[in-house]
């Protein structure tokens, strides 16, 4: 399959070549979806500068399973994949973790009560795009003020990477992860 939209070829420019060198693996191609941004230096920049993929407030598992939750709920098989090719197991995600990120409900057995909260706060904001105050209370407990905003951002800039992803139609790089099953969505968690 062919993206809709044709991704830059190289050489790129010193400042798009510089961002891919900072986040690519070495030895590794730059993902499809940077290469596609990169046809345009503003909205490249734009994308990598809000980019969470940081320290920040959340531990890497934390990070991990909201990013895997969105993009699964989302449909989005390539970030989905390519997260959990690269990411799942230095997040210390088991191999029913990961094949429930894309079909179970939050409450799945794998998961611990802190996952639990957050595939929930996922699911709420995949549905209603709010968090209803039960949830709120809950994360309140568990996170910082700031962990929270990070929580939301995270999951917000996901979903715009997967409607990237899914509506540029972007082949599935060669070593990401696929969807075991059907992917979970508003009507199942």
């Given at each position: 399959?062919?993206?809709?939209?044709?991704?830059?070829?190289?050489?790129?420019?010193?400042?798009?070549?510089?961002?891919?060198?900072?986040?690519?693996?070495?030895?590794?191609?730059?993902?499809?979806?940077?290469?596609?941004?990169?046809?345009?230096?503003?909205?490249?920049?734009?994308?990598?500068?809000?980019g969470?993929?940081d320290?920040?407030?959340?531990?890497?598992?934390?990070?991990?399973?909201?990013?895997?939750?969105?993009?699964?709920?989302?449909?989005?098989?390539y970030?989905?994949?390519?997260?959990?090719?690269?990411?799942?197991?230095?997040?210390?995600?088991?191999?029913?973790?990961?094949?429930?990120?894309?079909?179970?409900?939050?409450?799945?057995?794998?998961?611990?009560?802190?996952?639990?909260?957050?595939?929930?706060?996922?699911?709420?904001?995949?549905?209603?795009?709010?968090?209803?105050?039960?949830?709120?209370?809950?994360?309140?407990?568990?996170?910082?003020?700031?962990?929270?905003?990070?929580?939301?951002?995270?999951?917000?800039?996901?979903?715009?990477?997967?409607?990237?992803?899914?509506?540029?139609?972007?082949?599935?790089?060669?070593?990401?992860?696929?969807?075991?099953?059907?992917?979970?969505?508003?009507?199942?968690?």
């Amino acid at each position: 399959m062919n993206a809709r939209i044709a991704p830059a070829n190289p050489p790129f420019p010193a400042d798009i070549q510089n961002q891919l060198n900072r986040v690519m693996p070495r030895g590794m191609a730059p993902l499809t979806l940077f290469t596609t941004l990169a046809r345009d230096p503003r909205l490249f920049g734009k994308f990598f500068a809000a980019g969470l993929l940081d320290r920040g407030h959340l531990t890497l598992r934390q990070r991990e399973i909201v990013i895997d939750r969105t993009t699964a709920l989302c449909g989005s098989e390539y970030e989905w994949g390519v997260h959990i090719a690269l990411f799942a197991s230095r997040a210390e995600l088991t191999d029913a973790q990961v094949a429930a990120l894309s079909r179970a409900s939050a409450d799945h057995e794998t998961w611990s009560p802190n996952d639990r909260l957050l595939l929930r706060l996922c699911d709420a904001l995949h549905r209603d795009c709010t968090v209803d105050e039960t949830l709120w209370r809950a994360l309140k407990a568990d996170f910082s003020d700031e962990a929270i905003v990070e929580l939301l951002m995270l999951a917000g800039f996901y979903r715009t990477v997967s409607y990237l992803t899914n509506a540029l139609e972007l082949p599935l790089e060669s070593y990401a992860a696929r969807f075991r099953t059907r992917r979970a969505d508003s009507r199942t968690p």
